[in-house]
T-cell receptor
Framework: AQTVTQSQPEMSVQEAETVTLSCTYDTSESDYYLFWYKQPPSRQMILVIRQEAYKQQNATENRFSVNFQKAAKSFSLKISDSQLGDAAMYFCASEGGSEKLVFGKGTKLTVNP | NAGVTQTPKFQVLKTGQSMTLQCAQD?????MYWYRQDPGMGLRLIYY???????DKGEVPNGYNVSRLNKREFSLRLESAAPSQTSVYFC???????????????FGAGSRLTVL
């Protein structure tokens, strides 16, 4: 069974600074995907970024990037130049071929002006 | 939310009452999902449907039934609601690609259910 662990229930960052959210996972699959979803106060789940496990290069999407350490089963999300609109719950998730996403418990990010 | 519509958005029930959460997608995707979200627990999969006419249990299926009568709709039914089923429910759709792990999910806006 897959498991996803987010060890930081809450994080805070100053506007314009950089923050890193941690995620570790466990899977027996050789081919899998990893995701970060954002959930703002509106409750909508929004895909932030995804990483294919077989790719060495870390995924990036504008100010969002990941640090994927396959051997360590670590998948952290870095948010650069943080903005007030980045304040949200962030969920890490994995999917290993069963088409079912397994989510971590989430990290609440606060952005201070 | 683009592609996935859930109804109702809010519902209050009394213990023992039944209700059905409706979900419809307009992207002609194969796979659909029901998740529940509880504080401090993340999202947990209740049921999953890989295609029309097929369903599979997820992590927390007890107390729920689902129906996938056509490709577009996937409903979640609570036959006898309990306070432990107070939660926010999300329906999602996925492209269900043949590539393992490439299934990006698109979520509905969520339904907040309170059972008194």
């Amino acid at each position: 069974a897959q498991t996803v662990t987010q060890s930081q229930p809450e994080m805070s960052v100053q506007e314009a600074e950089t923050v890193t959210l941690s995620c570790t996972y466990d899977t027996s699959e050789s081919d899998y995907y990893l995701f970060w979803y954002k959930q703002p106060p509106s409750r909508q789940m929004i895909l932030v970024i995804r990483q294919e496990a077989y790719k060495q290069q870390n995924a990036t999407e504008n100010r969002f990037s990941v640090n994927f350490q396959k051997a360590a089963k670590s998948f952290s999300l870095k948010i650069s130049d943080s903005q007030l609109g980045d304040a949200a719950m962030y969920f890490c998730a994995s999917e290993g071929g069963s088409e079912k996403l397994v989510f971590g418990k989430g990290t609440k990010l606060t952005v201070n002006p | 939310n683009a592609g996935v519509t859930q109804t109702p958005k809010f519902q209050v029930l009394k213990t023992g009452q039944s209700m059905t959460l409706q979900c419809a997608q307009d992207m002609n995707h194969n796979s659909m999902y029901w998740y529940r979200q509880d504080p401090g627990m993340g999202l947990r999969l209740i049921y999953y449907s890989a295609s029309e006419g097929t369903t599979d249990k997820g992590e927390v299926p007890n107390g729920y039934n689902v129906s996938r009568l056509n490709k577009r709709e996937f409903s979640l039914r609570l036959e006898s609601a309990a306070p432990s089923q107070t939660s926010v429910y999300f329906c999602a759709m996925g492209a269900g690609t043949s590539t393992p792990g490439a299934n990006v999910l698109t979520f509905g806006a969520g339904s907040r259910l309170t059972v008194l």
